[in-house]
């Protein structure tokens, strides 16, 4: 990957000679200090990772993070506004709980979850 790397008997190149030959080739790399969790946040899930070591190597104006920890996803709760929750109560005259579960039923389409509670 860098010049100089091959050849050197399995013991590696010594740090501070290849944070210099890093910086001659216009890459700077440092670590970011006290990340408590990095969270990327998908349509679907979001995946955390707690006990994050974060480097982040600059080249040319672009930045890199490279990130290390233990992972978790989890997945996304539907939002339910409590507006829509109000309007399924009026429209049907059941309880908060009951529109709450209706929607998240009909993952949140109003007309599904009023349908579906005149029906039952």
Same mark, same amino acid.
């Given at each position: 990957?860098?010049?100089?790397?091959?050849?050197?008997?399995?013991?590696?190149?010594?740090?501070?000679?290849?944070?210099?030959?890093?910086?001659?080739?216009?890459?700077? $790399?440092? &670590?970011?200090?006290? @990340?408590? /969790?990095?969270?990327?946040?998908? =349509?679907?899930? +979001?995946?955390?990772?707690?006990? *994050?070591?974060?480097?982040?190597?600059?080249?040319?104006?672009?930045?890199?993070?490279?990130?290390?920890?233990?992972?978790?996803?989890?997945?996304?709760?539907?939002?339910?506004?409590?507006?829509?929750?109000?309007? $399924?109560? &009026?429209?049907?005259? @059941?309880? /908060?709980?009951?529109?709450?579960? =209706?929607?998240? +039923?009909?993952?949140?389409?109003? *007309?599904?979850?009023?349908?579906?509670?005149?029906?039952?």
């Amino acid at each position: 990957m860098f010049p100089g790397m091959g050849g050197m008997g399995g013991r590696g190149m010594n740090p501070a000679k290849m944070k210099q030959m890093m910086k001659q080739m216009g890459i700077d $790399v440092k &670590e970011l200090k006290d @990340v408590q /969790e990095v969270v990327i946040k998908t =349509a679907d899930s +979001n995946i955390i990772i707690e006990n *994050a070591n974060v480097t982040i190597m600059k080249v040319q104006g672009s930045e890199t993070y490279q990130i290390v920890g233990d992972v978790k996803e989890v997945p996304k709760e539907l939002e339910i506004p409590s507006e829509d929750i109000k309007l $399924v109560m &009026e429209q049907t005259g @059941v309880s /908060e709980d009951e529109a709450r579960k =209706a929607l998240k +039923n009909s993952n949140g389409d109003l *007309a599904e979850a009023i349908v579906a509670l005149s029906s039952a």
